[in-house]
């Protein structure tokens, strides 16, 4: 399959329009997937002389290194995480940029791709690494947690209703087992908590979610990693972000609202006197979603949230 085959960024036309302006030279996408941002960015925008690419899956770099080509030396790929995007860009001696992209989650190759374990619609490994260079799997996690710890990630991570039915479920099954492929975590998950009849989701869609956002530990740095992020902007430079369920996009709302109004007044003060400028300024102050045209195209899409902000000083 060539690169980029099946592969449908989400909202692409409102992306590209977001940083369709003469600022816009220098670009980081942090996130860099499949590489259809990065394509249609670097085709609409000629404005843009360098944009480099980072991403934590070696796999997504050797895709991108073949699908980029035809732009030349205005792309640079590096294999890292976005949490250590700032420490990236630092060492490729690149200074203040006009624009940051991040598109949060999994990938819809990793999905497909079975042999990476992130879905059950398809028999593989339990493995959703996005880094595999990291040895924790989702088997390890599924074999060695205590109960009590996975209820907490099941209920945390996945908002599953019926997180200690299916935490009990797999510390039952272990007992004979080890749980090794996806299809088999899947059963269990379906036999603990079926799915009523008027459910759409698979009764193991949270669960999988959760155990994905474990492994490669998603959610404990975002906002740490935004911050950073708004840090490497350029005044006038604007990120933006990509989140597909709420607690990502809670994160990315709470940091970009704090980063807009950096209050230092003490917490008993009712109202902020100390006058402290933001970082930032937010541009989308409801999330741009997927219309009904796009979200038919690609039902992926439907959960897409993105938020844009502005860097000011």
Same mark, same amino acid.
């Given at each position: 399959m060539a690169p980029g085959a099946g592969h449908k960024p989400v909202l692409l036309d409102e992306v590209v329009g977001w940083f369709d302006r003469p600022e816009t030279k220098v670009m980081v996408d942090g996130t860099l997937g499949g590489g259809g941002h990065a394509e249609a960015l670097l085709a609409r925008l000629p404005g843009i002389g360098r944009y480099i690419g980072i991403d934590r899956d070696a796999d997504a770099i050797e895709r991108c290194k073949?699908? $980029?080509?035809? *732009?030349? =030396?205005? !792309?640079?790929?590096?294999?890292?995480? *976005? *949490? =250590?995007?700032?420490d990236e860009v630092k060492r490729l001696g690149v200074g203040p940029v006009d624009g940051i992209l991040l598109d949060l989650g999994v990938s819809s190759y990793q999905l497909d791709q079975g042999e990476r374990g992130f879905s059950f619609m398809t028999d593989g490994p339990l493995d959703m690494r996005m880094d595999r260079r990291q040895e924790r799997t989702a088997a390890t996690l599924v074999n060695e947690a205590d109960e009590a710890e996975l209820v907490r990630m099941f209920f945390e991570y996945g908002e599953e209703p019926k997180a200690r039915r299916v935490a009990k479920a797999i510390v039952e099954a272990r007992r004979n087992e080890v749980i090794e492929s996806t299809g088999r975590l899947a059963r269990i998950v379906e036999e603990a908590a079926p799915r009523k009849r008027d459910?759409?989701?698979?009764?193991?869609?949270? #669960?999988?979610?959760?155990?994905?956002?474990? #492994? +490669? =530990?998603?959610? &404990?740095?975002?906002?740490?990693?935004?911050?950073?992020?708004?840090?490497? $902007?350029?005044?006038?430079?604007?990120?933006? #972000?990509?989140?597909?369920? &709420?607690?990502e996009d809670r994160i990315v709302k709470r940091t970009l609202a704090d980063e807009e109004r950096r209050c230092v007044c003490p917490k008993r003060h009712p109202v902020c006197t100390c006058g402290e400028p933001g970082r930032v300024?937010?541009?989308?102050?409801?999330? !741009?979603?997927?219309?009904?045209?796009?979200?038919?195209? +690609?039902?992926?899409?439907?959960?897409?949230? $993105?938020?844009?902000?502005?860097?000011?000083?």
């Amino acid at each position: 399959m060539a690169p980029g085959a099946g592969h449908k960024p989400v909202l692409l036309d409102e992306v590209v329009g977001w940083f369709d302006r003469p600022e816009t030279k220098v670009m980081v996408d942090g996130t860099l997937g499949g590489g259809g941002h990065a394509e249609a960015l670097l085709a609409r925008l000629p404005g843009i002389g360098r944009y480099i690419g980072i991403d934590r899956d070696a796999d997504a770099i050797e895709r991108c290194k073949v699908r $980029l080509a035809p *732009f030349g =030396d205005r !792309v640079t790929l590096a294999h890292a995480s *976005f *949490f =250590d995007m700032a420490d990236e860009v630092k060492r490729l001696g690149v200074g203040p940029v006009d624009g940051i992209l991040l598109d949060l989650g999994v990938s819809s190759y990793q999905l497909d791709q079975g042999e990476r374990g992130f879905s059950f619609m398809t028999d593989g490994p339990l493995d959703m690494r996005m880094d595999r260079r990291q040895e924790r799997t989702a088997a390890t996690l599924v074999n060695e947690a205590d109960e009590a710890e996975l209820v907490r990630m099941f209920f945390e991570y996945g908002e599953e209703p019926k997180a200690r039915r299916v935490a009990k479920a797999i510390v039952e099954a272990r007992r004979n087992e080890v749980i090794e492929s996806t299809g088999r975590l899947a059963r269990i998950v379906e036999e603990a908590a079926p799915r009523k009849r008027d459910e759409r989701l698979h009764p193991a869609t949270k #669960v999988f979610m959760a155990l994905r956002i474990a #492994v +490669n =530990d998603e959610l &404990s740095g975002l906002g740490a990693a935004l911050q950073g992020a708004i840090g490497l $902007l350029a005044p006038g430079g604007r990120i933006g #972000v990509i989140a597909f369920h &709420s607690l990502e996009d809670r994160i990315v709302k709470r940091t970009l609202a704090d980063e807009e109004r950096r209050c230092v007044c003490p917490k008993r003060h009712p109202v902020c006197t100390c006058g402290e400028p933001g970082r930032v300024k937010v541009l989308t102050r409801k999330p !741009v979603m997927p219309g009904e045209a796009e979200e038919a195209d +690609n039902p992926r899409a439907r959960s897409a949230r $993105l938020r844009v902000a502005e860097r000011l000083r």
